[in-house]
């Protein structure tokens, strides 16, 4: 079982809509989980950190599940600037930072 | 504030060459400092990271290396590189026990 997974998508979703992204990690004992967006060609930029009360920012809700191991990320009145990849990021232990693949979402006018 | 420079930006190398790429930070003291690779349209894949230095762990053991001279410098080589080996190659830094990443520019490596 790979340490991170996600459904590389794509999903393709009109504006307005709401979409959800689910990742799974593998070690229960993993320490922090984070959601990162990558554009096209550029390096990855975090989005916001995933705390276990969940947290929400703006139009983005984390949440973190740990009886169940995964995270998932909820994008409320999507845009068109959203279109991108995201990334789940989970410390699985000891600072060891390790990427899902990734899942793409084009958001459609 | 905190920094972090990678270079080269962009580089293209013979199969069969050496790689050197070097990354340093500024503004802090004992970083968690990471490589990855990135190959075209995929994930980032986690290459070395070093929680201090003459501590690296390799998760890809193939034909690349890394090292860290200096408490913020990080530098990834190889002695003959493959043609496997083009990709987008990140430096990162975090903090210890946090998980939050701050990314170099990135270099990006063709090899023909």
């Known amino acids: 079982r790979k340490e991170v997974e996600q459904d590389p998508g794509p999903f393709n979703v009109p504006e307005g809509a709401t979409v959800a992204f689910n990742c799974t990690y593998s070690?229960?004992?993993?320490?922090?989980f984070f959601w990162y967006r990558q554009d096209c060609r550029k390096e990855p930029k975090l989005l916001m950190s995933?705390?276990?009360s969940g947290n929400e920012d703006g139009r983005f809700t984390a949440q973190l599940n740990r009886a169940s191991q995964y995270i998932s990320l909820l994008i409320r009145d999507s845009k068109l600037s959203d279109s991108a990849t995201y990334l789940c990021v989970v410390n699985v232990r000891d600072d060891k930072i390790i990427f899902g693949k990734g899942t793409r979402l084009h958001i459609l006018p | 504030s905190q920094t972090i420079h990678q270079w080269p930006a962009t580089l293209v190398q013979p199969v069969g060459s050496p790689l050197s790429l070097e990354c340093t930070v500024e503004g802090t003291s004992n970083p968690n400092l990471y490589w990855y690779r990135q190959a075209a349209g995929r994930g980032l894949q986690l290459l070395f990271y070093?929680?201090?230095?003459?501590?690296i762990s390799s998760e890809v053991p193939q034909n690349l290396s890394a090292s860290r001279p200096q408490d913020r410098q990080f530098i990834l080589s190889s002695k003959k590189l493959l043609l496997s080996d083009s990709g987008f190659y990140l430096c990162a830094w975090s903090r210890t026990r946090s998980g939050e990443l701050f990314f170099g520019e990135g270099s990006r490596l063709t090899v023909l």
């Open positions: 070690n229960s004992a993993s320490q922090s």
């Open positions: 070093s929680v201090g230095i003459g501590q």
């Open positions: 995933v705390y276990s």
